[in-house]
């Protein structure tokens, strides 16, 4: 079966790439941007009918947190409509779909694991049209699996560890949150979970839960990454209330990974050891 990956230029579209090279994938596709729009229907049409995909990976969203509040039309249109449009063209060409979603479609104001079946109460508008998104994906189409992660991060893109990496070789000291809780997810991790469901030939569609194991702050994760890295440089804690964003993020986002490893089989890192092979190979 061809699989076909949308979004293919971003983070976890690079890490697909990287790890189906390391397992001898041939029949996969990363199509450019411009030859899979997830907004033109036409040319996603275009697209299934020249590949025949039996599955579908879309890692193409509207991620700028912040700036969405601001450009809520655009991020609706990719988070939603977008989404909803792949769903479309993949019933009409019968293949199965893997989408990825996130965290913030919870409101995460409760210290416990957050499970598949917990409601989704964004508290902003990148967490709001990616739920619009995953409920319109299961509304038009049976055949699909969606994948919330979080505080994703890799050895591509513009992510979490990298910026601290740059910002830890420029200043003496920075301030990082220390009041919001989560589970950082090495995007190579997460691309081998995607590769180990289509894999699985399992028809357990519906919504799964994947980040690797183990909770921290965005204090500790920084700590950890110069920890790892030997680079000196003082970190303070700092309290969300004195670091104002546009938009409101969860307080305490750890989601409970139990389906997707009873369901697949699959073992998830612990992050740290995650992350230490990330910082290897940047370095």
């Not at 509207?62 to 993949?90: F, L, M, S």
């Not at 090495?186 to 028809?203: E, M, N, R, T």
Request: proline residues 3%; hydrophobic residues 40%; charged residues 25%.
């Amino acid at each position: 079966m061809n699989i076909v990956v949308l979004g293919a230029s971003g983070q976890l579209g690079s890490c697909l790439k990287k790890v189906a090279a390391e397992r001898n994938i041939t029949d996969i596709s990363f199509p450019s941007e411009q030859e899979g729009n997830i907004l033109d229907s036409d040319l996603l049409n275009k697209l299934f009918t020249a590949e025949k995909p039996g599955f579908v990976i879309n890692c193409a969203a509207y991620t700028a947190v912040d700036k969405a509040e601001d450009e809520q039309d655009i991020c609706r249109k990719v988070n939603r409509e977008g989404a909803a449009n792949i769903a479309v063209a993949c019933q009409k060409h019968n293949a199965t779909l893997i989408h990825i979603s996130t965290d913030f479609v919870f409101k995460g104001n409760v210290p416990q694991l957050l499970s598949e079946t917990d409601p989704a109460e964004p508290e902003n508008i990148y967490g709001l049209t990616k739920l619009e998104g995953e409920q319109d994906i299961t509304r038009i189409l049976k055949e699909h699996f969606t994948i919330r992660t979080s505080w994703l991060y890799s050895e591509f893109g513009n992510n979490f560890v990298k910026t601290m990496l740059r910002l830890g070789s420029e200043r003496d000291q920075l301030g990082v949150i220390a009041d919001q809780t989560g589970s950082p997810t090495y995007a190579i991790d997460l691309a081998g979970a995607v590769l180990d469901v289509i894999a699985s030939g399992s028809d357990a569609y519906g919504i799964y839960h994947y980040s690797n194991e183990g909770v921290t702050s965005w204090f500790d994760f920084a700590k950890t990454i110069f920890d790892i890295s030997n680079t000196e440089v003082i970190v303070n804690p700092v309290k969300t209330s004195e670091y104002v964003t546009k938009a409101v993020r969860p307080a305490y986002s750890v989601m409970d990974k139990t389906k997707i490893k009873t369901t697949f089989g699959i073992k998830i890192p612990y992050w740290r050891d995650s992350l230490a092979v990330c910082i290897a190979r940047l370095s």
